[in-house]
C-alpha cells in the first residue's frame, strides 16, 4: 500500500474531548479519483481518535475487500448481478432466487 492509500484526517471538534475522523480512498467503481470516506465522531482523546481512525481504515479495506460478506449478501448480489448480465432465462432467476431465500431462511435460524 502506498502512504496516499493509508492517509487520514482527524479533526478536533471539542478541545480534547471530540474528533472528527475520515480517511482518504482510491478511486474505484463508484469513484473515478481519490475521494474521502464519511466522518466519523470519536469521543476521547487523540490518542483513541488517531486509533479509531486506524481501525475505520481496516474496516473500509475489509469492506472493500469482501471479508465481511455475510453468505446472503453474496448470493443477493451474485443473484443481481447473473440478472444485469441477461444471459439467463427468467425461469432460472426465479428459480434460483427461491433457493437463496430457502437457504438464507435456515441460515438465520
Known amino acids: 500500500m502506498t502512504k496516499r492509500e493509508t492517509s487520514g484526517q482527524i479533526t478536533e ?3 480534547g474531548r471530540k474528533y472528527s ?3 482518504r480512498l482510491a ?3 463508484e469513484h473515478k479519483s481519490w475521494h474521502w470516506s464519511k466522518s466519523r465522531k470519536v469521543y476521547g482523546n487523540k ?3 488517531t486509533a479509531a481512525m486506524v481501525a475505520y481504515k481496516q474496516e ?3 469492506e472493500r475487500s469482501g471479508k465481511n460478506v455475510t453468505v446472503a449478501e453474496y448470493a443477493d448480489m451474485f ?3 447473473r440478472k ?3 444471459t439467463v432465462s ?3 432467476i426465479e428459480r434460483e432466487q427461491h433457493e437463496i431465500d430457502r437457504i438464507k431462511n435456515i441460515l438465520e435460524r
Open 13 to 15: 471538534l471539542e478541545r
Open 21 to 23: 475522523i475520515r480517511v
Open 27 to 29: 478511486p474505484d467503481n
Open 47 to 49: 490518542a483513541e481518535a
Open 60 to 62: 473500509l479495506e475489509d
Open 79 to 81: 443473484q443481481s448481478n
Open 84 to 86: 444485469a448480465l441477461g
Open 90 to 92: 427468467v425461469l432460472t
